[in-house]
T-cell receptor, first 109, second 112 residues
Framework: EDKVVQSPLSLVVHEGDTVTLNCSYEVTNFRSLLWYKQEKKAPTFLFMLTSSGIEKKSGRLSSILDKKELFSILNITATQTGDSAIYLCAVNGGNQFYFGTGTSLTVIP | DAGVTQSPTHLIKTRGQQVTLRCSPK?????VSWYQQALGQGPQFIFQ???????QRGNFPDRFSGHQFPNYSSELNVNALLLGDSALYLC???????????FGSGTRLTVV
């Protein structure tokens, strides 16, 4: 059965901390792994990863994929209160995306 | 350039009723996928429509059905509503089912 598992389920940090979110997967016909940020309703796209070992970076956020060990991490440095959200990992296995349950991040001032 | 639009934004229905949710894809996209997101859970794939046909289906009962129109917009129908159908229903459009995967803001369905 195809599945995506995220950890931790929730995280509370102080502003300025660095966090690492984990996503492991078992998906046949793997094509890509995507990270999304969901604040209220629509998940918004962060990164798409297709190749191992190549870091994608956008400001304070970065992500990397390991296709041998079947996992990805999302790093957020110097966290801000605006980073508080649910972070979703999704794996494209053909015509559908398999989502993890998400990591709920709360950044307190 | 309009993104993915869903309607209505909120809906309250009674158990046993039927509901129709609507989705207009982003311009240039030809594929629409529907997801159900229960509170505290990640989105669960319901089905995907491409060229007016259901191309793939997740583990949802036949009470969940859909349609895609020639202009690529789509509807999700749920019959015989159960309390457990209460969730955020997300629509995502893309080109070819993969490229430019973009979510709408969702419809919050509450079944009482």
């Amino acid at each position: 059965e195809d599945k995506v598992v995220q950890s931790p389920l929730s995280l509370v940090v102080h502003e300025g901390d660095t966090v690492t979110l984990n996503c492991s997967y078992e998906v046949t016909n793997f094509r890509s792994l995507l990270w999304y940020k969901q604040e209220k309703k629509a998940p918004t796209f962060l990164f798409m990863l297709t190749s191992s070992g190549i870091e994608k970076k956008s400001g304070r956020l970065s992500s990397i994929l390991d296709k041998k060990e079947l996992f990805s991490i999302l790093n957020i440095t110097a966290t801000q209160t605006g980073d508080s959200a649910i972070y979703l990992c999704a794996v494209n296995g053909g015509n559908q995306f398999y989502f993890g349950t998400g990591t709920s991040l709360t950044v307190i001032p | 350039d309009a993104g993915v639009t869903q309607s209505p934004t909120h809906l309250i229905k009674t158990r046993g009723q039927q509901v129709t949710l609507r989705c207009s894809p982003k311009s240039g996209h030809d594929t629409v996928s529907w997801y159900q997101q229960a509170l505290g859970q990640g989105p669960q794939f319901i089905f995907q429509y491409y060229e007016e046909e259901e191309r793939q289906r997740g583990n949802f009962p036949d009470r969940f059905s859909g349609h895609q129109f020639p202009n690529y917009s789509s509807e999700l129908n749920v019959n015989a509503l159960l309390l457990g159908d209460s969730a955020l229903y997300l629509c995502a459009s893309s080109f070819g089912g993969i490229y430019g995967y973009t979510f709408g803001s969702g419809t919050r369905l509450t079944v009482v």
